[in-house]
């Protein structure tokens, strides 16, 4: 039997923490700020997601809604604004974006101090560099959903199916530090089987339902979906999950895997750039 990678219970566990330490810390409250643009389903589904998250940790919530039509500068403004308030320790602007706005010099306004998507060019490079800086949050939630499951990534071989800036190129800079042998491979690939069959660990991020099935998965490998598809029948992910029971040693579902973990990294980040920001403070000047 496959066993199920219960991503919901390990996120509960990580907030529950998270809110422990915002409980017990005094003091200045952390405070995430969360920017949407215009009236996208799905991202208001999204951002209430967090919002609510936020909140049960004991943090300030602190959003600004703004109108699809919003030019760039109305955006930048309000990040600005939000940047040099003291009040608050994270900044994440939501995407995707409407199509007038570039998102990428947007994101670039946000600190990296503040940056708790870890998105911006800044905390790309120290990601890269190995540096101190805020982790995206998915690719951080798969490396404590392998940490949690008890997963020796150090000489694991893994496969990270996706080249996307969201997940793919930072988790694998992560599993890199952790002494894994990293394959980076996409929905392009020629020979897809050839690179993910030998992996001790296969993650999934193209957005590509069903791409990946019992072909591409070694006998007790671990499956991790980072995709996610709304269908008919419901969600979906870019594994054919029922195809690898009794394959697959352990893999996550879909809903309940990775996306929890998305959410309870931020508040993670969030935390993190309050103890960070409170540090920042402490020098004098």
């Not at 990040?79 to 939501?94: C, F, K, M, R, T």
């Not at 392998?146 to 000489?155: K, M, P, Y």
Request: negative net charge.
């Amino acid at each position: 039997m496959t066993h199920t990678i219960k991503g919901a219970e390990i996120a509960r566990s990580i907030r529950t923490r998270v809110a422990e330490r915002v409980a017990a810390a005094g003091g200045q409250v952390p405070g995430l700020a969360t920017v949407l643009i215009g009236d996208d389903p799905a991202s208001a589904v999204y951002v209430a997601a967090k919002r609510r998250a936020v909140r049960e940790a004991g943090m300030r919530d602190i959003h600004r809604h703004l109108r699809h039509q919003a030019t760039q500068n109305e955006v930048a403004a309000v990040i600005d604004e939000l940047a040099g308030d003291p009040d608050v320790s994270g900044i994440l602007l939501q995407l995707p974006l409407p199509a007038q706005l570039d998102a990428a010099p947007l994101i670039d306004r946000i600190p990296v101090t503040k940056d708790v998507d870890g998105l911006t060019t800044a905390s790309a490079g120290r990601l890269a560099r190995g540096e101190r800086g805020m982790r995206p949050c998915t690719p951080n939630g798969v490396i404590e959903l392998l940490d949690a499951e008890g997963i020796e990534l150090q000489g694991a071989h893994v496969a990270v199916v996706g080249w996307g800036q969201l997940v793919g190129r930072p988790l694998s800079q992560l599993l890199l530090r952790r002494g894994a042998t990293v394959t980076v491979a996409h929905e392009f690939t020629a020979d897809l089987t050839a690179v993910t069959r030998p992996a001790d660990v296969v993650v999934v991020a193209t957005g590509v339902r069903g791409l990946i099935g019992p072909e591409h998965v070694k006998p007790g490998a671990t499956v991790v979906d980072v995709g996610i598809h709304r269908t008919p029948d419901g969600l979906a992910g870019d594994v054919r999950a029922a195809e690898l029971d009794g394959i697959a040693g352990r893999i996550t579902p879909v809903p309940g895997g990775v996306g929890p973990m998305t959410i309870a990294m931020l508040l993670v980040n969030t935390l993190q750039a309050a103890e960070w920001g409170a540090e920042r403070d402490a020098v004098p000047a």
